[in-house]
Nanobody, 124 residues
Framework: DVQLVESGGGSVQAGGSLRLSCAAS????????MAWFRQAPGKEHEAIAT???????NYADSVKGRFTISQDNAKNTVHLQMNSLKPEDTAVYYC???????????????????WGQGTQVTVS
């Protein structure tokens, strides 16, 4: 079965940095689209960034220029480098994966069948 495990969350002062990691196992469905979502208190899930096997990345406007998604194919791991963190970045961060296909909807939570357990990020 597909398993995704996030790590790297924690507490940081505004302006600081964190790097999240998502380790994947059991994915054998061809080309992939790996995503980071977050859910802040009282808010809906927000798509933050995606990356596929070709290295194509997408970012939400709210994090563009501050966050960078990358992948370590040898370790089956995707990272999210978060710089210049703001209090509004406080949320539970999740990784998720779906098959890459024509017309993939990178922001739609329901299109992702596999999710990690989430990791808390708190910015104060």
């Amino acid at each position: 079965d597909v398993q995704l495990v996030e790590s790297g969350g924690g507490s940081v002062q505004a302006g600081g940095s964190l790097r999240l990691s998502c380790a994947a196992s059991g994915y054998n469905y061809g080309r992939y689209c790996m995503a980071w979502f977050r859910q802040a208190p009282g808010k809906e899930h927000e798509a933050i960034a995606t990356i596929d096997g070709d290295g194509t990345a997408n970012y939400a406007d709210s994090v563009k220029g501050r966050f960078t998604i990358s992948q370590d194919n040898a370790k089956n791991t995707v990272h999210l480098q978060m710089n210049s963190l703001k209090p509004e970045d406080t949320a539970v961060y999740y990784c998720a994966v779906q098959r890459l296909h024509p017309g993939v909807r990178w922001k739609v939570i329901g299109d992702y069948p596999h999710w990690g357990q989430g990791t808390q990020v708190t910015v104060s």
